[in-house]
């Protein structure tokens, strides 16, 4: 089972400088927009929490009659806003991660390449 693996493995040929210079580039932009996608659902995920703190403040401005009647839909949806900066705090956290991540690898890639190219290789046969 190891010898099949390992031999999948072996088929696969390790690109070239000017196969990895031409990836690079995609691979940054797609950095970029896991930036920007990040960037949008913190300002959106914000936006709906401010929403939800200023629906139950809101609600302390009514009368106390009416504040007794919906009650129970004001704790819910204090329960929805602890839930909902727990669940954007978890997914900004995993989002950043996939960011980190793809730096990182983008820098690994970027060290040989820069390598090659001060002694002159732009490609594996070089």
């Given at each position: ?45 914000l936006l709906e929490e401010e929403d939800s703190r ?30 909902m900066i727990a669940c954007r705090e978890k997914n ?27 002694n002159g290789e732009t490609s594996k046969n070089s």
């Open positions: 089972m190891a010898s099949s693996h390992a031999s999948t493995i072996s088929i696969i040929e390790v690109p070239t400088v000017d196969e990895v210079l031409w990836f690079l580039p995609m691979a940054q932009r797609k950095t970029q927009e896991n930036i920007d996608t990040l960037a949008k659902f913190i300002a959106s995920a200023s629906t139950i403040v809101l609600h302390r401005s009514f009368p106390e009659e009416r504040q007794r009647q919906h009650k129970h839909l004001i704790y819910s949806m204090a329960r929805l806003l602890v839930e900004e956290k995993d989002l950043q991660k996939v960011i980190e991540e793809s730096i990182s690898m983008e820098k690994a890639c970027m060290k040989p390449i820069e390598q090659l190219m001060e």
